[in-house]
């Protein structure tokens, strides 16, 4: 018995080395022709996305085949994605082209990790870099020096339920232009223990408050992401907002997470809700009742903090990986894929020209609250980006947490996340 | 011979212990030396800095709500499993046939389940709108909770999802010991007229003390290591109301790329959980009676 268990697993062995050793063999042979580029990308919100990137993809190795084949990698949403991209620059093996969350630039560039742009889409179509929306080109720009293409992106928005709002003797058509008129509409949807009002969405609660402050107004970290701006009148105001909708009033749950909401929603559970533009293809797939999308309401002026991912390329890989990464991330982002993907994924469109794609036009001429996330970008800005920006978040979202439950007053919740903030982003 | 016999003896061990020590050994001693230093975003180089990280840990007030959730949760989940399991184990351990085997199934499978597939299933059982825990609530006439979503119960519902999850097994081990105690024990015992309880208290559970010993062992090193549940269900929140010492270790080490600060918190971690355990041999362990 026991000579035929030592035979089994010699023979397992040597066969192994023989295989690999194959594999070093044909490696060996086609590695001047063949480049392997590897793609971490996440997908942040629900849908089958991971396909459409997949397919996306062998288009594109399949144009380059012989030259350049791009394997993407699914490596979850934004959080997990970016410590598989940090842990493996770390370890001095770094995937050749990435997605990672817009904040997270400053940190990739104090690891000193991504590649900056500038020469590649100097040599492009004159007028490609132009033709992003602006508010999407400011997360991937720091110091004059472009280090992503957006790609994946996003403005969070206002979902409202119209049978809701005909059940509460509101013109459903007549979404809520106005926090007063908010705060009004939600007052009257609440139905004690079946129905919210209005749900601001927790999980990335950090985003959504950061467009109220513009709204307001204001901003929370300055464009160099040096100096936060925690404490100042507006982002106290729009917390103040906060607490009255979900603690004071009771209209709004007061914390919930980023994946419940949706279904939450779909469920007949909150007659508003706010999140991303890129959950509007899951409702419409689920939702059993007709509803809207428009703008975030205002304040001072409409305002939005834009989200998502850009693509961006490693530092530390030869140069002629660089080159077949660059082609790939051009190739992705040409007036035909970037219309394409968005049709298929429910991403806003980051190319002004995408609109005019035939196969977008016929889209939103059928789907136009497709464009309100793009119309939105008008009154929208970057996002705040800094250093340690895991940590700010976090910080950031316990404020949030706190105030939202009564634990803490706004304006005192705010000068503690100015304190601890300004320490982990200076 | 006796030489012989200690070498073969190292030599069996030799395979076990390599692969302990590049997986356990070396990384625990490394990330004890590593906590000495400053390592993170802003100071990519590591810089040797005494115990400055201990003291940042202990200034924190977020340290010391980590730390007193993961207590409320051992010393909820610890006594309220234990007893459980025990309480099911002497049910089923009654002589009825067919429904034995038909309890012992049900009541183990939880803890076959993957603990991330089963703290997705409780995210909706939680769900305060469409879950069947308010469901039920309802129907027994109690207040709808938002569970997760609520700072007060956040932290209660991962407790009940844990102890759902892990009595289970608790309660195999038990079932064993109770079915390794011999019957004419309880024999003599009723001959003498002790019934019910004076049989529990005299028989039972001196004799089943090595498994409760065991159990509670266990039962200390899983709730300090609370992780899947708290990663799945509420990611620490809200308000950090459900933040365990190793999500905590996580978020320092993985999210905030704070590998100095990770390393001291995870000696800390491993110093604890050992004081924890030297604590209960000491207390415990030497009133347990192994019957040889």
């Known amino acids: 018995m026991r000579k035929i268990i030592l035979l089994v697993t010699v023979f397992f062995f040597i066969t192994g080395l023989l295989s690999t050793s194959e594999i070093w063999a044909q490696k060996e042979k086609s590695k001047p022709k063949l480049l392997r580029l590897t793609f971490y990308y996440p997908v942040g919100v629900a849908g089958p996305l991971a396909r459409v990137i997949g397919e996306m993809t062998d288009k594109f190795n399949k144009e380059n085949e012989g030259k350049v084949e791009v394997v993407p990698v699914y490596s979850g949403d934004y959080d997990p994605t970016m410590q598989k991209v940090q842990t493996a620059i770390m370890a001095g093996n770094p995937p050749d082209i990435f997605m990672v969350e817009i904040s997270e630039l400053p940190t990739l560039l104090a690891m000193g990790a991504v590649l900056s742009l500038d020469d590649y889409i100097k040599k492009t179509e004159k007028g490609y870099w132009e033709d992003f929306f602006a508010p999407f080109r400011e997360n991937a720009v720091i110091g004059g020096k472009i280090y992503g293409v957006p790609f994946q992106r996003s403005t969070p928005v206002l979902y409202w339920n119209k049978e809701a709002f005909k059940a509460a003797g509101l013109d459903p058509e007549k979404p809520p232009k106005t926090w007063d008129e908010l705060k009004d509409y939600a007052t009257k949807l609440t139905v004690k223990d079946k129905q919210w009002g209005v749900t601001i969405s927790g999980g990335w609660n950090d985003w959504l408050f950061e467009g109220f402050v513009r709204q307001n107004g204001g901003f929370l970290i300055s464009p160099d992401g040096l100096k936060a701006n925690f404490d100042s009148k507006e982002a106290i105001e729009a917390l103040d907002f906060w607490v009255e909708l979900k603690h004071r009033l009771k209209v709004g749950p007061p914390h919930s997470t980023w994946g419940s909401t949706p279904p939450d929603f779909v469920g007949g559970r909150t007659a508003m809700l706010y999140h991303s533009t890129g959950i509007l293809t899951f409702l419409k797939r689920s939702a059993k009742f007709d509803f809207g999308v428009t703008f975030m309401p205002q304040k001072k002026t409409f305002g939005a903090a834009v989200g998502g991912a850009n693509l961006m390329i490693a530092k530390k890989i030869p140069k002629e990986r660089q080159e077949a990464a660059w082609k790939y991330i051009e190739w992705m982002t040409n007036v035909k894929n970037t219309a394409e993907w968005s049709v298929a994924s429910g991403y806003v469109a980051v190319r002004n020209s995408a609109y005019d794609d035939p196969v977008m036009k016929e889209h939103v001429s059928k789907n136009p609250e497709y464009l309100v996330a793009r119309d939105q970008l008008k009154f929208a800005n970057g996002k705040m980006m800094a250093k340690n920006f895991q940590k700010v978040r976090e910080i950031l979202k316990r404020q949030l947490d706190d105030s939202a439950a009564g634990k803490i007053a706004p304006a005192e919740a705010m000068k503690i996340a100015q304190k601890e903030i300004q320490a982990v982003i200076k | ?292």
């Open chain 2, 1 to 292: 011979m006796k030489r012989i016999y200690r070498l073969t003896t190292y030599g069996y061990l030799l395979p076990g212990l390599f692969f302990m020590g590049i997986f356990t050994f070396i990384p625990v001693f490394m990330s004890a030396y590593l906590s000495l230093f400053k390592w993170n975003i802003n100071n990519p180089e590591p810089s040797f800095t005494w115990f400055s990280n201990y003291i940042e840990v202990f200034k924190a007030p977020l340290f010391w709500l980590v730390l007193r959730n993961n207590l409320v949760y051992a010393f909820t989940t610890i006594p309220l499993s234990m007893s459980l399991a025990l309480f099911l184990a002497i049910l089923i351990n009654q002589k009825m046939g067919w429904v034995r085997s038909l309890y012992r199934g049900s009541l183990f499978y939880p803890t076959m389940i993957p603990m991330v597939a089963a703290a997705m299933l409780w995210v909706w059982i939680f769900n305060p709108g469409l879950g069947i825990f308010n469901y039920y609530l309802g129907f027994l006439g109690f207040p709808k909770l938002e569970w997760l979503y609520d700072m007060r119960y956040a932290l209660i519902a991962i407790i009940i999802m844990s102890i759902w999850k892990n009595f289970g097994y608790y309660m195999l081990i038990f079932l064993a010991g109770l079915q390794g105690i011999p019957n004419h024990y309880y024999e003599a015992a009723a001959i003498e007229g002790a019934t019910g309880w004076k049989q529990f208290r005299y028989i039972t559970f001196p004799m089943l003390a090595p498994a409760t010993l065991f159990v509670f062992i266990v039962a200390i090193i899983s709730s300090f290591q609370v992780f899947d549940q708290v990663f799945v269900m509420t990611q620490g929140g809200p308000g950090d109301r459900t933040n365990v010492l190793v999500f905590y270790i996580y978020q320092h080490a993985f999210r905030f790329w704070d590998l100095g600060m990770g390393s001291t918190l995870t000696t800390l971690f491993i110093l604890g959980l050992l004081v924890a355990i030297w604590l209960v041999f000491r207390v415990i362990g030497r009133r347990v009676y192994y019957e040889v």
